[in-house]
């Protein structure tokens, strides 16, 4: 059964770093895209970053572009974004998803597989 857990969320300050990993069971990352999205109240699940282990492309939208990078452990089978620099707008719940093609456009209607998610606050 495949899943996908992510972990490493939490309350910090503005300026504030995590990182944030996702866990793969139940399948091999090697013939899957990656990505991270976010979702705050009241607001669309956005894409942040992929990774597509395929090819080992990388993509960053807009959003946080400058301030996070993605990389994975394939011998852990783990995806993990560095976010740097944060900000109160940061504030969401941050999900990992899976789906077996490249990155595609990053959007959440692409990913077939979705971990619970993991929150993420940023406030003073």
């Known amino acids: 059964q495949l899943q996908l857990v992510e972990s490493g969320g939490g309350l910090v300050q503005p300026g504030e770093s995590l990182r944030l990993s996702c866990a793969a069971s139940?399948?091999?990352?090697?013939?899957?895209?990656i990505g991270w999205f976010r979702q705050a109240p009241g607001k669309e699940r956005e894409g942040v970053s992929c990774?597509?282990?395929?090819?080992?492309?990388?993509y960053y939208a807009d959003s946080m572009k400058g301030r996070v990078s993605i990389s994975r452990d394939i011998a852990k089978n783990t995806v993990s974004l560095q976010m740097n620099s944060l900000k109160p707008e940061d504030t969401a719940v941050y999900y990992c998803a899976a789906r077996k093609a490249p990155c595609g456009l990053l959007s959440h209607h692409e990913y077939d597989y979705w971990g619970q998610g993991t929150q993420v606050t940023v406030s003073s």
């Open positions: 139940g399948f091999t990352l090697d013939y899957y895209a």
């Open positions: 990774i597509s282990n395929s090819d080992g492309n990388i």
